[in-house]
């Protein structure tokens, strides 16, 4: 099978990136759209890593980050767990997917990006919290006792199904970017 050519790499990723920065740019406007379009966006980026062009997700997930923020810019802290995980977590399990063989080194792999999910929680409480008001909820003082327990035990559970989630993801969007004739 012949390689797809650099013009077909780049249209591919920039439909990714008009379609990331659309659905990040709906979801910071219809707050109740927030997660679908995380969802959307995350989508979006995997389908160049379907053809297998990482150079393309990287310049799409940079693109549609700059896009959407450039859209919304009183919405910006909507976009930081975005740009700090989720738009990159595709291209990160592309590659253990491709070039990690051994269990061992999986196993390695989700505790770092357990870690890594973990600590983008803790980011959030500590610093967008104020922003948010979340001081004011009645149970927060029962969160403060036990965020690090709440993080660490449920955020890894979380990110477990999360994680387990996107590799299926990742397959159905393989099967249907295989129809495209290139």
């Not at 909507?78 to 989720?86: E, G, N, S």
């Amino acid at each position: 099978m012949k390689r797809p050519s650099k013009s077909f790499e780049i249209a591919l990723s920039a439909i990714a990136c008009a379609f990331a920065a659309m659905a990040l740019t709906m979801g910071t406007y219809v707050d109740v759209l927030l997660a679908a379009g995380y969802l959307l966006a995350v989508f979006a980026l995997m389908v160049p890593l379907s053809k297998e062009f990482v150079w393309g997700a990287a310049l799409a997930f940079l693109g549609a980050s700059l896009l959407a923020f450039l859209f919304n810019i009183g919405g910006i802290l909507k976009l930081v767990p975005f740009m700090i995980f989720f738009g990159l977590h595709p291209t990160v399990n592309f590659l253990q997917k491709k070039y990690v063989r051994k269990l061992p080194l999986h196993l390695l792999f989700f505790v770092i990006k357990a870690l890594w999910f973990d600590g983008v929680l803790l980011f959030l409480w500590f610093m967008l919290g104020p922003l948010f008001g979340l001081e004011e909820l009645t149970f927060y003082p029962f969160l403060q006792r036990n965020l690090y327990y709440i993080v660490f035990f449920g955020g890894t559970v979380l990110f477990a199904l999360y994680d387990y989630m996107m590799f299926l993801c990742q397959r159905s969007v393989n099967a249907v970017v295989r129809r495209i004739g290139r």
